[in-house]
């Protein structure tokens, strides 16, 4: 559960705006005097603090200032009349992470709430790397492709380079982007994450670089931008493949002067904000089509770490079907005696994946449900693969239908390359067959395919498959 603390002096006001957030599923310490919200602040762990700003003796500028000093991961939301805005402003400057006007609409309010705590949540839960442990969020898998992945994040953390991750859609760039700024000499400074693609275009601009009264039609006052927001910190910029050329523009001239000019004004604000870069879009192809900028993409591609996708290293799919079960176990209050069946396990194992391990994880978490507690069988993962729609091919399901599939996934964005992923995944049970045809004798299995046995040992390798067991 989420923990707020709200500081309002107005009894009544506060009495209302707990209710709400008490009604929505937040834990709730509300303090009417500020000198109390401010201790409770410095002792307690928060996801979010939301005070007023004029309150006798200890203003919420004052607890901004403190807090942004002493704590500059804890978010904290400005409420404050129209004739006080200027101020809030200047809040939002010295660390705030937004403000509302009073009184607060409560669907405008919880917006931001979710927001704001969302990103605390960013900041402040570690990502595990390399092990599943007890963490919420972790990168999972022992496979010589994620050593390497692991290795990059050691090598760049520390580093006061850009860095772009490159990885389909559902291959964990978020959580390594984490990984780096938590391991990072700004882990104690803001993170905050942009998502280029669910932000309309025209509002882009405004969300990363803030704009002026009067900028464009509903700009009736200064807001303050992202990069400004995370100034000392690190600001993951998502899905950057897909922003316009107008803002690429603009970013670049960031990346190389190390200032902001918010939209609709002349001030140059310098900002020292480590960027880090995440996209599933082929950048190089995009640059071919005029669509990415190539003196963006050398500014961005100081360290590259790419992400496997979950096709190249099936060995890992047991760990994570482990980590998973383990982790929704406990979030959904189930015993933990139903573990999934060794034949569950594999026939998992065998899937393509085309949305990577955030598929694998939806169907972990939905075969829990299906199970409701007990074993999750081989027949509990076909019917939550049925559910949710994941393509796979199966002696029911002809190639023109399956390749249907794969293409509406690819218009959705969740596939990148059609061609290579049916590909693999022809090939993956071409060999699966040969070798269990062959039971497990690599030479007879090659001469049938028409490759060296040194090219099936590889194959062998790259998908998984051991001759000892998919051939029995």
């Keep these: 559960m989420s923990k707020v603390l709200l500081i309002e ?82 809040a939002m400057k010295l660390g705030a992470y937004d403000y509302i006007l009073k009184p607060p609409d409560p669907p405008e309010f919880l917006a931001l709430l979710e927001k704001a705590v969302t990103n605390s949540r960013l900041m402040s839960e570690q990502v595990e790397v390399g092990q599943a442990g007890f963490a919420k969020d972790a990168i999972v898998g022992s496979s010589r492709l994620m050593q390497n992945v692991y290795k990059e994040i050691g090598r760049v953390a520390a580093m006061p ?91 670049l001239r960031v990346l190389q002067d190390r200032m902001i000019q918010r939209l609709g004004g002349k001030e ?48 890992d799919i ?13 979030e959904l209050g189930f015993p933990t005696t139903g573990t999934p069946t060794a034949e569950a396990v594999e026939f998992l194992r065998q899937q393509a994946w085309a949305g990577n391990v955030r598929e694998l994880r939806n169907i972990v978490r939905k075969s829990l449900l299906l199970a409701r507690g007990y074993s999750i069988s081989r027949e509990i993962i076909d019917r939550a693969l049925a559910q949710t729609g994941t393509p796979r091919p199966s002696g029911d399901e002809t190639l023109a239908s399956y390749i249907s599939e794969l293409l509406a996934r690819a218009e959705r964005g969740d596939l990148e390359n059609v061609q290579s992923a049916l590909s693999e995944i022809v090939e993956k049970e ?43």
Excluded at 269 to 274: E, L, T
């Design 9 to 90: 002096d107005e009894t009544s006001l506060a009495a209302a705006l707990q209710r709400v957030l008490e009604i929505e599923g937040y834990d709730v310490i509300a303090a009417t005097d500020p000198a109390e919200g401010l201790a409770a602040a410095r002792k307690g762990n928060f996801h979010v603090v939301v005070t007023d700003l004029k309150m006798p003796g200890i203003s919420g500028m004052d607890i901004i200032k403190e807090l942004h000093e002493k704590r500059p991961q804890l978010p904290v939301i400005l409420m404050t009349g129209h004739h006080t805005t200027e101020a809030a402003i200047e």
């Design 430 to 472: 071409l060999f699966r067959q040969a070798i269990k045809l062959a039971r497990g004798d690599q030479t007879k299995a090659a001469g049938w395919i028409g490759v060296s046995r040194p090219t099936m040992k590889d194959k062998l390798l790259k998908y998984g498959l051991h001759p000892s067991r998919d051939g029995s």
């Design 161 to 251: 380079v850009t860095v772009l991750i490159r990885g389909e859609t559902g291959t964990g760039k978020e959580l390594v982007a984490r990984a780096i700024y938590q391991h990072s000499d700004r882990a104690n400074q803001p993170f905050i994450e942009v998502n280029c693609v669910a932000i309309p275009e025209n509002l882009l601009e405004s969300e990363l670089f803030g704009h002026e009264p009067g900028a464009f039609t509903d700009a009736k006052t200064r807001r303050i931008g992202r990069f400004e927001q995370a100034n000392r910190g690190t600001i993951l910029l998502d899905e950057i493949g897909d922003m316009s050329p107008r803002t690429q523009a603009k970013l």
């Design 318 to 330: 047991p760990e994570l079907v482990r980590y998973f079960f383990q982790r929704y176990t406990a």
């Design 268 to 315: 140059t604000i310098p900002v020292d904000v480590r960027v880090i870069a995440a996209t599933h879009r082929n950048l190089e192809l995009a640059i071919q089509e005029k669509q990415f900028r190539e003196d963006l993409y050398y500014r961005l591609n100081h360290f590259v770490i790419t992400l496997p996708p979950l096709r190249d290293r099936p060995e």
